[in-house]
């Protein structure tokens, strides 16, 4: 896989900036910073979600990307390192004991990013509070996705996984025009061997509940999600980005309607939902702040 310099330093970049559930300030700061001199729409909510707009389709719909900014990880200083083989990247503090590198899902916010820079029309959204139950995704900007047309995630661990369905929530018809499009791209990235999981949960099953658009959440290469051995694949990572590239251009901008069918129980088994989920959530913040 040939990648440039430039695309491992900002991979290290995002990596290596602490962020836990309810503490994303430190990288959404890096995110902002990062977009503040480029020709885009950005906006932020009370909760910390980002949200971006690049380009503008005239009645096209908007391809949409998304990763969550926090990690199980708690706010732990540490250095990024690279394996020998120049193949891994991995976390360690500085007394050398070896911590999360949060690749679940920095990764994915690197991957949105250079999406970003990459394609010429594209919404991104960058989630808060999704490890302890999507927080950012529920409580999300309805109007943002209302122009949609469908909404790739990059939140899935090794090589070759696709959710296909996130906790009672199916997120793409297997047999439809959406998924048929973009099989061959990801057999020739993934190879043959895909696994369509069902997914604990993730922010696609939270905005798939409330659009009625094609959804899909694929690998973004890293491994050992959760445990402090986790580390990222540089060249699935990297591999992630070409791959998004050319999903996106064969998809287009057209929507792939999607309406799933009735979950078979609450997909977030009847959690707090409206305002008692927001004043939970900014609870969180508050008591983390």
Known sequence: ??????????????????????????????????????????ATDKFGNIYIQKGIPDSMYYPCVVAHMDTVHHLTEFNVHISEDNKRLYALTPDGNQT????????????????????????????VGEEYGCYG????????????????????????????????VYLFDKDGIFFNKIKPILQETMG?????????YTDVCALKVKHDVSCINVSVGYF?????????????????????????????HTKYEYKHPA???????GSEKGLLLEQKFMMYKKQKG
């Open 100 to 127: 999360g590198i949060g690749g679940d899902d920095k990764a994915g916010v690197f991957v949105c990013l250079e999406l970003l820079e990459r394609l010429d029309h594209l919404k991104v959204a960058f989630f």
């Open 263 to 269: 979950p078979l129980y609450d997909p977030f088994n």
């Open 192 to 200: 043959e061997n895909l696994i369509l999981s069902a997914h604990p």
């Open 1 to 42: 896989m040939n990648y440039s310099p430039t695309q491992l330093n900002n991979l290290i970049d995002i990596l290596s900036t602490p962020t836990h559930f309810a503490q994303e300030d430190l990288l959404a700061e890096k995110i902002l910073a990062k977009l503040a001199d480029k020709d885009l729409q950005v």
């Open 137 to 168: 995704s529920r409580l999300a900007d309805r109007a943002f996705f209302e122009n949609v047309g469908y909404i790739i995630e990059f939140d899935a661990p090794k090589h070759n996984w696709i959710s296909h369905r996130s906790n009672s």
């Open 224 to 252: 050992n999600m959760h445990e402090i051995t986790e580390y990222v694949d540089i060249d699935i990572c990297m591999n992630a980005i070409d791959m998004g590239e050319k999903m996106i251009k064969e998809l287009g």
